[in-house]
């Protein structure tokens, strides 16, 4: 038989939504932070998906131009036939189709409440920070060495640092991170504040590389 406690659950179950970031309970977050992971996860898929079709219409017919190549630098077409658009043996987007997708899942358990144990949530963070390297080296190899932009490209970039830095902020916030408590202080109230440095910096390096071409 199973007993219900006077608060309507079964029992272990309150204990487990107090139980203290790296122990064996679980770890919730608010619908706000749900919301983020979706949408960001969302954008991501999007624009995997839209790659990954104009890929394969570009092999189909080499004279094919995405939507999105409008001009020397806004080329999209010039990212898809470079070597680094296949760096692991396939297209990239295809990876995207699939992490983002997972990013979107979590997020609508998290928005039907569930919560996560902390090796999922730092399995979680250590995906986005290699989704966030990779993009780092997707940038500089975009505006150094192909010298092109893909604007799909950049809708990834952004959804990829947007929910990294919130879920390291969600981490170290709950102790699943290590970090002083007036760091955990600062996460707490001004997440907002390293997304928008992290893609403030990209924009400037964007203008900054191609001064001319914007201004004349």
Not at 2 to 8: M, P, S
Not at 154 to 182: D, Q, S
Request: hydrophobic content about 50%; some cysteine; overall charge neutral.
């Amino acid at each position: 038989m199973v007993t219900v406690n006077v608060r309507g659950g079964v029992p272990g179950q309150r204990q487990e939504e107090e139980s203290p970031a790296g122990s064996a309970g679980a770890i919730g977050a608010s619908r706000a932070f749900a919301w983020m992971l979706m949408i960001t996860g969302a954008a991501g898929t999007l624009s995997g998906w839209v790659i990954t079709i104009d890929k394969f219409l570009l092999l189909e017919d080499p004279g094919f131009q995405p939507g999105c190549s409008l001009n020397p630098v806004v080329s999209c077409g010039n990212i898809m036939k470079s070597e680094q658009a296949g760096v692991f043996g396939f297209p990239n987007p295809m990876l995207g189709l699939v992490t983002y997708a997972v990013v979107v899942a979590l997020g609508a358990g998290i928005l039907a409440g569930a919560r996560y144990r902390g090796w999922l949530w730092l399995g979680l963070n250590a995906g986005m920070l290699f989704g966030v390297g990779f993009c780092t080296w997707l940038m500089y190899q975009s505006l150094y060495e192909i010298n092109s932009l893909c604007l799909w490209c950049c809708l990834a970039w952004v959804a990829t640092i947007v929910m990294f830095w919130y879920v390291t902020a969600h981490n170290v916030r709950h102790g699943l991170i290590p970090a002083p408590a007036g760091l955990r202080t600062f996460l707490g109230e001004f997440t907002f504040a390293l997304p928008v440095l992290h893609i403030g910096i990209i924009g400037m390096l964007i203008l900054t590389r191609w001064w001319e071409f914007w201004t004349s």
